[in-house]
Nanobody, 125 residues
Framework: QGRLLVSGGGSVQAGGSLRLSCIVS????????VGWFRQGPGTEREAVAAIFTTDGYTYYTSAVKGRFTISRVNDTNMVVLQMDNLKPEDTAMYSCALRALCGVSWPDPSRYSYWGEGTQVTVTV
């Protein structure tokens, strides 16, 4: 049975940083597309970023571009989401997901096959 283990998150003041990790086990990591999604109170699930593990190609939603960085950790099955200059509107439950390929449909959560549990990120003013 495969698993996506999510860690990190927490509470931070606006302008601060947090780091989320997603470890994939039991599923094919490379090649693969690992995406980060978030869902705030009363909102739909939103794609944040994704990375194609084979070549490290990255995707970002416009709301986080320049503030968040997604990367893979070499020689591991881990993807990290570094979140800098956090804003209150970044407050949400964050989770990672896995699919075989990225491409233009990377923001579509229905295209991901496997999901990790969420971790709460709270940004206060």
């Amino acid at each position: 049975q495969g698993r996506l283990l999510v860690s990190g998150g927490g509470s931070v003041q606006a302008g601060g940083s947090l780091r989320l990790s997603c470890i994939v086990s039991g599923y094919t990591f490379n090649p693969g597309c690992v995406g980060w999604f978030r869902q705030g109170p009363g909102t739909e699930r939103e794609a944040v970023a994704a990375i194609f593990t084979t070549d490290g190609y990255t995707y970002y939603t416009s709301a986080v571009k320049g503030r968040f960085t997604i990367s893979r950790v070499n020689d591991t099955n881990m993807v990290v989401l570094q979140m800098d200059n956090l804003k209150p509107e970044d407050t949400a439950m964050y989770s990672c997901a896995l699919r075989a390929l990225c491409g233009v449909s990377w923001p579509d959560p229905s295209r991901y096959s496997y999901w990790g549990e969420g971790t709460q990120v709270t940004v206060t003013v």
